[in-house]
């Protein structure tokens, strides 16, 4: 059995959540992309457990993978580590592998990062600035360092010396001081650390795929951050859509493969880029308040809007989604009036699609549809039969539009706090 959670919108739609919850039937879990720009939140009684790197399944003392398809911060990762460790979450060799072909965030990426986006004037992009993009970039240039690279030290060194100087011109010019030997010395001394999780995952997985176990591979990010089919160059620098999960960790088998598309009631975006449904007006902050809607990783204030059914819809595509998780709808509890984008207008023409033209993307007017709100509490409700008729349409309305149907639905935020309207979880 293999399911894959993903975004189908620009992040924090609650993948975590959704993966801890199926991740009580799972034999692995495994990471395919992004870094520690992603922040899962996790909530579990009184406990709340924040993840950047590490799959959400190690809160279950699952089997947990780090792929390829991963840029991984050294530092972070021993500083997540440590952290859910306080928080009695067990971590060893038993139950966390990391490719040994995975590219390492150094810290030269995080001043590029930052020296990127000085150098966009006003148009930022609004990065995490963890040295993500940069990252990636070094890894598709054929100089980045990678995990298994830590067993070689004098090549090593060598490696750090060359990767350094090649970005040393533009650093000199943006004042920032890069140290090869320093990044060498502090590498070694955690590179035990780092080195005794390091494993054949590509072999790992296809050897679990084949004893029909069950394997979640657990997105970052969403689609609409994808450096492919995002709102480009507003985006992540890695492919968040479902395909990734085969060149992101080796897998190769794709019979019986469900994927889940997590998708908020309503739509949020962190950093900058069009957002056709934002609201900057009291409806926002109220997504905002009650919403909690804060970055996990930078705790930027999350910018909020309607539901969007032509991004939707598009990311269920892209991904190859077969059924959707909609969450946190009980934010949505206290509105007389409910919207949502069913097309766009840019004056001149009408569009069923998020057109890729970066301008356009900027100029279009959403087309709305509005519902009636529910004005009573769903808050922690666990049957469909319990919600309110017109958070029922509501829900039905989105099918509708996304020609998709919603299996799951997510009333608040701790593990209980779900509606699984299938049995999804009960079946598989
Ligand atoms: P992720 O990046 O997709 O894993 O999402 P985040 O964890 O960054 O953001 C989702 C936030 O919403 C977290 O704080 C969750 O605890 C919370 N959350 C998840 N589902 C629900 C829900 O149904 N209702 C409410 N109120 N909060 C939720
Ligand atoms: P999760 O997994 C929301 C956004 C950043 C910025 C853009 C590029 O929690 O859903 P980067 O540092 O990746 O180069 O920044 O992508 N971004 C996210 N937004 N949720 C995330 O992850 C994100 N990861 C990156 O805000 O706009
Ligand atoms: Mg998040």
Not at 82 to 103: G, H, P, T, Y
Not at 346 to 368: C, S, T
Not at 399 to 412: A, F, H, L, M, Y
Request: aromatic share 10%; charged share 25%; with cysteine.
């Amino acid at each position: 059995m293999f399911y894959t959670i993903v975004g189908t919108q620009w992040g924090d739609e609650g993948k975590g959540k959704i993966v801890d919850w199926l991740s009580s039937k799972a034999d692995l879990v495994a990471r395919f992309q992004g870094g520690n720009n992603a922040g899962h939140t996790i909530k579990v009684d009184k406990n709340v457990y924040k993840l950047n790197l590490l799959p959400s399944g190690i809160i279950r003392n699952k089997k947990c993978l780090i792929g390829n398809g991963v840029v991984l911060d050294p530092w972070a990762l021993i500083r997540e580590i440590s952290n859910l460790r306080e928080q009695k979450i067990l971590i060893d060799k038993n139950n966390l592998f990391i490719a040994e072909n995975v590219c390492l965030i150094l810290p030269i990426h995080k001043l590029i990062d930052e020296v990127n986006e000085e150098s966009r004037g006003d148009d930022l992009i609004g990065t995490t600035k963890k040295g993500i993009g940069p990252a990636y970039e070094d890894k598709i240039g054929r100089r980045a360092i990678r995990l298994c690279d830590l067993n070689d030290l004098k090549n090593l060194k060598l490696k750090i010396k060359n990767l350094y100087n090649f970005h040393k011109p533009r650093l000199d010019q943006f004042k920032k001081i890069t140290d090869y030997e320093k990044t060498f010395t502090d590498l070694v001394k955690i590179s035990e650390q780092i080195s005794i999780f390091s494993s054949p995952v590509w072999k790992i997985i296809n050897d679990a795929g084949k004893q029909n176990k069950f394997i979640l591979f657990e997105g970052a990010q969403g689609s609409l951050l994808d450096i492919d089919f995002g709102t480009y160059p507003y985006v992540t620098s890695s492919n968040t859509s479902s395909g990734q999960i085969f060149s992101g960790t080796g897998f190769g088998i794709k019979e019986n493969h469900n994927i889940l598309g997590i998708t908020k009631a309503y739509t949020t975006r962190v950093g900058s880029g069009p957002f056709a449904t934002e609201l900057n007006d009291e409806i926002g902050n109220h997504f905002v308040d009650k919403g909690q809607e804060f970055g996990t990783v930078t705790k930027r204030r999350r910018r909020c809007g309607w539901f969007d059914s032509v991004l939707v819809k598009q990311s269920i595509a892209i991904n190859g989604i077969t059924n959707i998780v909609l969450t946190k709808l009980d934010v949505l509890d206290d509105l007389k009036e409910i919207k949502v984008c069913i097309g766009y207008d840019d004056g001149n023409k009408k569009y069923n699609y998020l057109p890729f033209d970066e301008k356009l993307q900027k100029n279009l007017f959403p087309i709305y549809e509005t519902l009636p709100g529910w004005q009573s509490s769903t808050y922690g409700l666990t049957s469909w039969n319990d919600l309110p008729k017109n958070a029922q349409n509501y829900i039905s309305f989105l099918e509708k539009t996304i020609e998709k149907g919603i299996s799951i639905i997510s009333t608040g935020p701790d593990r209980i706090h779900t509606i699984d309207r299938n049995n999804l979880l009960s079946n598989s």
